[in-house]
């Protein structure tokens, strides 16, 4: 997996009258929940995000229909398709991120640990993999 990510299965309680799941922050998700937002009515040639945060967690779950995002850290870049309720993808600091493949009706909702500053953006490419370099290269310096 790409470094700073992880897949979260959530809990879920399903009957004969439907399913509810369920999040708790520092509990399902390992932040403190700030900010809640959606993405929907995306086209289906439409590619979003092309950005990553210096000090940003967030938990992406596809509450509806189906999307792919590409993740990418300072070596390795993947590709995880969401398209269940029950199972978010978090993503912490410097990550890469670009959304596409939307299905019809997709709901992408996001849990993020901080209120929206859009200075915290870093929508460069290459300055990101400069920037990820260093920061996982001084992460690596604390493991003895
Ligand atoms: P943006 O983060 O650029 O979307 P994406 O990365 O998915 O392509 O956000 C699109 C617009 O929404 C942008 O003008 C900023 C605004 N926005 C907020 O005002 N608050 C938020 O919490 C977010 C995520 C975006």
């Known amino acids: 997996m790409i470094k700073n990510t992880e897949l979260i299965d959530l809990p879920c309680?399903?009957?004969s009258y439907g399913s509810l799941t369920a999040i708790e922050e520092l509990d399902t998700v390992p932040f403190d929940i700030k900010r809640i937002y959606y993405i929907f009515d995306v086209g289906a040639q439409v590619r979003r995000g092309f950005h990553?945060?210096?000090?940003?967690?967030?938990?992406?779950?596809c509450v509806s229909g189906s999307v792919?995002?590409?993740?990418?850290?300072?070596?390795?870049?993947?590709?995880?398709?969401l398209d269940s309720p029950?199972?978010?993808?978090?993503?912490?600091p410097m990550v890469w991120r670009e959304m596409f493949s939307f299905s019809e009706?997709?709901?992408?909702?996001?849990?993020?640990?901080?209120?929206y500053i859009d200075?915290?953006?870093?929508?460069?490419?290459?300055?990101?993999?400069?920037?990820?370099?260093?920061?996982?290269?001084q992460q690596g310096e604390y493991i003895i």
């Open 13 to 15: 309680w399903s009957d």
């Open 52 to 61: 990553s945060h210096q000090d940003l967690e967030q938990l992406l779950i």
């Open 68 to 81: 792919d995002i590409l993740i990418e850290d300072d070596e390795r870049s993947e590709t995880v398709t």
């Open 86 to 92: 029950t199972r978010g993808l978090y993503i912490g």
């Open 105 to 115: 009706n997709t709901v992408l909702l996001v849990l993020a640990s901080k209120h």
């Open 119 to 137: 200075t915290e953006y870093e929508r460069n490419h290459g300055i990101f993999l400069v920037s990820a370099r260093e920061y996982y290269q």
